[in-house]
């Protein structure tokens, strides 16, 4: 931590001279959250730590208060009392959209997809200004106040032309910073007034100042950009895994385990299965850091003039070797193990592994069981009595696990007739057609492609009303941990999901299951697929869970995975970096997760139709 | 065709062959042929059912052999579609208790998972017992799975409404065995029935 402080001292020095916080007011954050279903003009989130909460929070507060002008001038206009629109309220209205784009391009230029959401509204917002002020120019009574306007605007020009002077030295001394704030103090002030002029007089007026806005424009974005990269390269530096490191250390870890039964680690003595666990929680850490390092190159490429550039492209080639490397590797650590461990020992050590090697194995979605299970199996045949133990727990509980995975599949297969696939529903609700707005093409009908081609809350307006209170389906739910009851259906073609686990409601059905295979809590269970099973239905784990969906918030698919937390590991399964989306619009790209209230859920080896509420 | 049905084609056959001879003797009766060839066919019939009698027989025993091998067993789910389940493998796998773990009961239509094949079912009791023949007159809940076509639903005991397996008896390795109540589900949740169930289970 303490070699990152010059380094976000640095950064914040260089993003202040580039002049990032030009803005205006900076006011206390307000409280933000995602767009919503219930709150589509929630902002998106930020991933960045600085500036961009406060740039957030100017945008948050300029469009709201444009948004409760435009709705004023709108009720006015429908009310047929457009005289009543106050034109200097309506000139400011127009003026803070300016204001709101320039807040929505620092954003951009910071890779945040909040940037995009604010551009479509500053878009939107100018464009209702403008429609009004036509509104008022076609009302014969308005005329004079429209002249009055259009007078005040060349007088306010004539009197600034005087700072024209100051401004030009400005350039030359090439204080940029100072001489944007200068700029747009004067043709905001000009701008009022403006909007109610004719296109030449407007042309006329501005004249004056385009040389000198140019100059500035033109510096700032070449000062911007390289800020801009050099705070990403300063962010992903500082985020990026040791992954060499880690691949060390549990290598460290299996040469000490082949002599003794313990290794010491982080100021700890270890034996083999705290190791696994030790392991398998680093390597969730690092996996966490691995993804937001990948979602910083995403944003990182944005500000390049490729997609995707070659550190992303290294960066994701280096995780897929290591997470090659990590499973085996903890094989050899387990392997080492059980070389060194006596047979008299062997059966504790294996009954110590089992929880730590099912508990990593259901982290990588199953995808090691193949890996480790031989480890395993080394383990038990170095004693006699414990082989034939395993062999005959084997035989009375594997195929019980596959009746009963087969019920509880067949089961939810009879149910989930009446529920839909969450992608087609999703994708359904959510594509473009005709003149309706949406994150999905019409075609294909997937949802691995979203992006935003309009303000959020117009697109969640549209579409939300056709997915809340649907039935649907969704899988992979991996249960959050914890205090939590929360289930997290992991990350697929930019959809997640999260509902409450009926883990009360489940009691008694794990607990048959526990009868069944004659787990209690002095014999736990004595096999991998067992452990596995008992663990995985405690912790309230589901294949798939249908319900109604109650609620739909929309992330920045760069900001979902830059800022996801650690306790949110399991959205991604051990070992894997969500997919990339190889295009220049990384900003534009979206990620959605529905909220779902279970009417029925199927673990892996039961399934429970929950009472109606 | 397996072993068991091969010899089951044979006994329906030998049956449907001496039931046309007799035809035949009738039909010459009743359109008046002479007494040497009524004799002639009387006695080549007789020559048949003895021969058919002998094949009946050989079969009948080559099937008790056949059930010594891999057993059989007969379900029925009451008042529903899917009747009677018969299989024609039945093998009983005895596990004794263990440190704290207490015995179980097997009984499956399979001998090995990967070797399933439908009508299939599957039977796991936890009993109290450390052999076979200390089961014998004992009925225990038992938990049962019934899969009568391959794409078609599938039977099943809930936990709390396990079925009633009585172990009738066990000899010369063969455990019999049958349902004394109990009911069964389907996973589509269409309906439940009473099970009944006989089973003639071998030893792997």
New interface residues.
Partial sequence: MNASLPQVTFMRTTLQRCGWLLLLVVSASSALANPSDKQPQAALDVHGQQFSPELLDVAQKLADKNRTALEKFDGLVKANKALKIDGVELGTAYVNSLRLRRAADQLIMLGEPAGVDFGFRAGEQSQAAQRYVLTLKAVPQAAQGVGLMRSKASQVAQLRQKQLPKLQKLIERQDWDTAERELHEVLDEIEVFAIFMQADERVSIFAPWQDASRAIALALETNRKAAALKAFDDRIAATKPDLAKLLADVSAAASSLKKADKHAIADKMLTGPELVAHFDAAWQKAQVAAIKTLALEWARSTRTDTAPTASWTQWRADYDKFAASFGPALKALISADAARVSAADAPALYQAYLPAVADLVDHSAGALASTLQPALDELVAKSPELTA?VK??R??T???L??RE??AA??AQ??AKDFHAAEAKTHAAFQRSGDSTGFFEAEPMKTAKARLTETAAKTLLTGSPKLVGQKIVIADVCALGGASQAGIARFHDRLYARTTLPTAALT??VA??E??L?V?P??PPLSLLATRAVRGARRGDLVQCGGAVSGIFLEGHVTRFATLPDAAATLVALGQLPADYVERDQLEQVALRLDVQPSWVQQRYLFFKLPAP | MNGSETLLFEILMTTYLCRSFALIGLVIAATGCSDKVVEQVQQTATQVKESVTNSVDSAQTGVKEQLKMVGSSEMTMDGTAAGAVKTPSCYAVFTPATGERGSVLLLQSYRAAEKEAFPSFYVHALVTGASLAELVGQTVPAQMFVKPTADGPTWYTTPAAAVQLKITAFENQQVTAEIVGGTLARTDGSTTTNATGKFVAVLP
């Fill in positions: 133990n005959a727990y035989a009375i594997d195929d019980l596959r009746w087969r019920i067949e089961q009879a149910i008694e059905e048959a299951l009868t069944q004659m209690t002095v014999q």
